[in-house]
């Protein structure tokens, strides 16, 4: 069995290039050090350094040493991150989301969620969904993809649509219904955080311009006194203190967009082996997604 210290002081001494270096990045004599590479290279029985009168310099054997020392220090370090992770998912049921709309139902239900449930404000990215359940830095992820990954599981809690609020006197808002082709070249003021619908509203509708706003509080008062379109869903209505914002002398009409496209799957991604311990918040939400458009 390697210690750690004497890995550690290997994988310093091949960024460093020197003993003393070494030593006092580590605050730790050189001797103390000398001492060690001797000692690792006696545990190992292979040469590590090539040593001259007034140099020491890893050899090729040496070299490959540091950098497999290296990997498995930072493995350690994430062993330790892990279970302290788990540990804390024993105790709290962390949810985060790849979309904004679900926090809009948490801020909702924040009165009748269980205590020991936090949820995280930020928007986490798609790519890192596989590896925050694995090291236990979240316990449920509310996505827009189903994950493949055997050893995640996910179940559908609703759907979000899309749609768009226009100003009542374009000739566009006396429908029941609209596609992405027929918003085409308009200017729309938008929040800058919206996940994947970002993507998606540049990519379907031509020619059109996006007025990004970060605060929710900007976005509301430009929504309030000037007539950009502004897109909702149906979880938006249980906002309160974004409609509050703007339902004075708002002259627009919402309007589903039918693509279907605009109409997205909300799944709740967990580990299999913590199904048990989701179930009761995915019931809860399952139980509140807004059923009507």
């Known amino acids: 069995m390697l210690d750690n210290y004497l890995l550690e002081e290997l994988v310093v001494f091949d960024k460093t290039g020197t003993l003393a270096a070494t ?24 040469t590590l ?30 062993l330790v991150t892990d279970i302290r992770n788990f540990d804390a998912a024993q105790q709290t049921l962390t949810v ?3 979309i904004p709309g679900p926090l809009i139902l948490f801020e909702r239900l924040h009165d009748q969620l269980p205590a020991n ?38 179940t559908l809690i609703g759907t979000e649509n899309l749609a768009v609020n226009l100003n009542k006197f374009m000739y566009q808002a006396n429908q029941a219904s609209i596609t992405f082709a027929e918003l085409k070249g308009l ?3 938008v929040l800058s955080d919206i996940g994947p619908w970002r993507e998606l509203i540049q990519a379907q509708i031509p020619a059109a311009k996006f007025f990004y ?20 869903t149906n979880l938006s209505p249980l906002d309160v203190a974004f409609n509050a914002q703007i339902q004075d002398d708002d002259s627009r009409v919402r309007i589903p ?37």
């Open 96 to 98: 985060a989301t790849t």
């Open 23 to 46: 030593a006092q990045q580590l605050n730790v004599t050189q001797p103390t050090v000398t001492r060690g590479m001797q000692k690792l290279e006696s545990d190992l029985g292979v």
């Open 213 to 232: 706003q970060k605060q929710r509080e900007a976005l509301a008062e430009i929504t309030q006194y000037s007539d950009f379109p502004y897109f909702s």
């Open 117 to 154: 449930i936090t949820v995280k404000t930020g928007l986490l990215k798609a790519t890192q969904l596989n590896t925050t359940l694995k090291q236990h830095d979240a316990t449920l992820i509310i996505t827009n993809q189903a994950p493949s990954d055997d050893q995640l599981s996910a």
């Open 187 to 189: 200017s729309f003021i």
């Open 49 to 78: 350094f090539d040593r001259q009168p007034n140099r020491i310099t890893l050899t090729k054997t040496g070299q490959e040493a540091a950098q497999q020392a290296a990997k498995l220090l930072a493995m350690n370090h994430q």
């Open 257 to 293: 967009i039918s693509d279907a496209s605009a109409h997205m799957p909300v799944y709740a991604t967990y580990l299999t082996s913590q199904r048990h311990q989701v179930q009761p918040l995915i019931t809860q939400l399952i139980d509140a997604w807004p059923t009507v458009e």
